[in-house]
């Protein structure tokens, strides 16, 4: 019995290594409609690249919006190539305009 528990502790941390809060900003935040959710990585979303291709299937109103926009990792910006190992916020930000 030991070993059992032993597995489904060791699942439930790898799943809960797999749930990130997204951050929204700025026109980004008008189109999704909050500020802010919690969502399950999929197994592939291993980059940063992987993490837009997904969140644009999931969040089809950021389709074909988010060529400009930056990502930031854990508080720390971050290139398509990155890895999300054991990330838990991904930010996303828009250019902002100023004048």
Do not use: W
């Not at 502790?9 to 008008?30: C, E, G, H, M, N």
């Amino acid at each position: 019995m030991a070993d059992r528990s032993d597995t489904s502790d060791t699942s439930d941390a790898a799943d809960a290594a797999r749930k990130i809060l997204v951050l929204y900003f700025a026109a980004l935040r008008d189109l999704v409609g909050c500020n802010e959710e919690h969502l399950e990585l999929p197994e592939d979303a291993r980059t940063v690249h992987d993490f837009v291709l997904f969140i644009q299937r999931a969040r089809p109103m950021l389709a074909g919006k988010l060529a400009s926009v930056r990502v930031a990792v854990d508080e720390a910006f971050a290139n398509d190539s990155d890895a999300l190992h054991g990330a838990r916020v991904i930010a996303l930000i828009p250019p902002v305009a100023g004048g």
